[in-house]
């Protein structure tokens, strides 16, 4: 029995009830990390959290929510890792490299968190091969508004050229989120020279004027 009678799903939980959720969150996340989204099972959180699936249940109706909330927490912690390293007053393309080298730098210093995030992007599908994913939960869905607007300010203040800001916002989010997968075979990936590579290749590609 709960300490208090609040409906799972709603905003007022008891710290208790954070607390567990915050456990079993991460205890799914290493088990998806280490096996797997396939064979991250309840039974397997369970496991390491050192509870029953029937205390997972009394959390998350499902397996399914609880790889949603994991694909959530990782998204959230992200946000937060760029959010403080923005600097407010710089010019649109400086903000771009910024937004480049602090996902860049997240990677790097999160790979585990990486691979679930691949690991769910890849793998948390229907029988018709479709995300079982929400469309704003996808980094490419209304996640990108920030970036187009970086894209869009900089072409109101005539830094960049005239493009697509959604394309191009795509297109620098795809050139970030496939270092995941290449880290799962090349471990010793140069991220130092693949970021460098990627602010050059975007400065070209947005700016008026090719930069030296």
Request: overall charge positive; proline content about 5%.
């Given at each position: 029995m709960r300490s208090e009678k609040i409906p799972i799903g709603k905003s007022e939980r008891t710290f208790v009830d954070i607390a567990r959720r915050a456990q079993l969150v991460e205890c799914a996340i290493d088990a998806i990390a280490e096996l797997g989204l396939p064979k991250a099972s309840l039974a397997e959180?369970?496991?390491?959290?050192?509870?029953?699936?029937?205390t997972i249940l009394y959390h998350f109706a499902s397996r399914e929510e609880l790889i949603h909330e994991v694909f959530a927490s990782v998204l959230?912690?992200?946000a937060e890792f760029m959010a403080e390293r923005t600097t407010s007053g710089q010019s649109a393309?400086?903000?771009l490299q910024t937004y480049i080298e602090a996902n860049v730098a997240?990677?790097?210093?999160?790979?585990?968190?990486?691979?679930?995030?691949t690991a769910i992007a890849m793998n948390f599908t229907d029988v018709d091969g479709r995300t079982r994913l929400p469309h704003d939960a996808s980094v490419y869905g209304t996640?990108?508004?920030?970036?187009q607007a970086i894209l869009e300010r900089g072409?109101?203040?005539g830094e960049f050229r005239d493009?697509?800001?959604?394309?191009m916002a795509m297109t620098v989010r795809a050139a970030i989120d496939v270092i995941?997968?290449?880290?799962?075979?090349?471990?010793?990936?140069?991220?130092?020279?693949?970021v460098r590579d990627l602010v050059s290749l975007f400065r070209h590609a947005t700016t008026k004027e090719a930069m030296p």
């Open positions: 959180v369970a496991k390491r959290a050192g509870v029953t699936k029937t959230r912690q992200g393309g400086a903000e997240y990677i790097d210093m999160h790979r585990k968190q990486v691979r679930v995030l996640s990108l508004a920030p970036l072409q109101r203040a493009f697509s800001t959604r394309t995941g997968p290449q880290l799962s075979v090349i471990p010793d990936l140069d991220l130092d020279a693949y």
